[in-house]
């Protein structure tokens, strides 16, 4: 068996966390083979009863973002989705729990380690942005997001986004900037990617 996918094999069967509500399931995918890296969040209770990430209104916008459709999008050789938390973590009091420390403590650097083709990773939300984007100094998302280009230059490019959620439908509307220019860059570099 080929590593990322043996890898892949014992992050399914992981059950370091004992105090997940619904228990362990992680959810996420990836191969060598893959040229975009998708780091979010972790699942929330929908999508673990699903089993697939971004099956919802928020992976609709994120693929009508990449300009892709679900094929492409759930094809691990094409797109890895590699989220900070693998198992839906549970409520809290405003909204779902952080995603476990634990799991990219243990797992993070040995998937990544079994991506050397990715050239474009997306990162979603606080927690990704904290692991990928460490140095950043922007005072909130909205700023660190103005900055892509700063992000998309280095060596390792990395695009810094909102949520696709249909909750940050307010910020899309305030922030018109987003669609007309990163989402067209995401769209045409994805397009490259894919196709090559
Ligand atoms: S959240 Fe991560 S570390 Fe915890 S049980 Fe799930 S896969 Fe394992």
């Known amino acids: 068996m080929r590593k990322d996918q043996q890898l892949l094999k014992e992050i399914k069967a992981c059950t370091i966390c004992q105090d997940l509500p619904l228990g362990p399931n992680p959810i996420l995918q990836f191969s060598s083979k893959a040229k975009i890296l998708v780091a979010g969040q972790a699942p929330g209770q929908i999508t673990h009863h699903?089993?697939?990430?971004?099956?919802d209104a928020s992976g609709d916008r994120l693929r009508e973002w990449l300009g892709i459709n679900r094929d492409t999008f759930y094809n691990p050789e094409k797109l890895a989705v590699v989220p900070?938390?693998?198992c839906y973590p549970g409520k809290g009091k405003s909204?779902?729990?952080?995603p476990k420390a634990i799991c990219a403590a243990t797992w993070r650097n040995k998937i990544l380690k079994e991506l050397p083709n990715i050239e474009l990773t997306l990162v979603i939300g606080k927690y990704a942005m904290?692991?990928?984007l460490p140095e950043r100094k922007e005072k909130n998302l909205t700023e660190t997001v103005r900055n892509w280009k700063h992000y998309i230059e280095q060596d390792n490019p990395i695009l810094p986004l909102p949520?696709?959620?249909?909750?940050?439908?307010?910020?899309?509307?305030?922030?018109?900037?987003?669609?007309?220019?990163?989402?067209?860059?995401?769209?045409?570099?994805a397009s490259e990617l894919i196709r090559n």
């Open 130 to 132: 904290d692991w990928h």
């Open 163 to 189: 949520h696709p959620s249909p909750r940050n439908n307010i910020w899309l509307k305030k922030n018109p900037w987003f669609e007309e220019e990163v989402v067209k860059f995401i769209r045409k570099r």
């Open 95 to 98: 909204g779902d729990l952080a």
């Open 84 to 86: 900070m938390g693998f």
């Open 50 to 55: 699903k089993g697939r990430p971004f099956d």
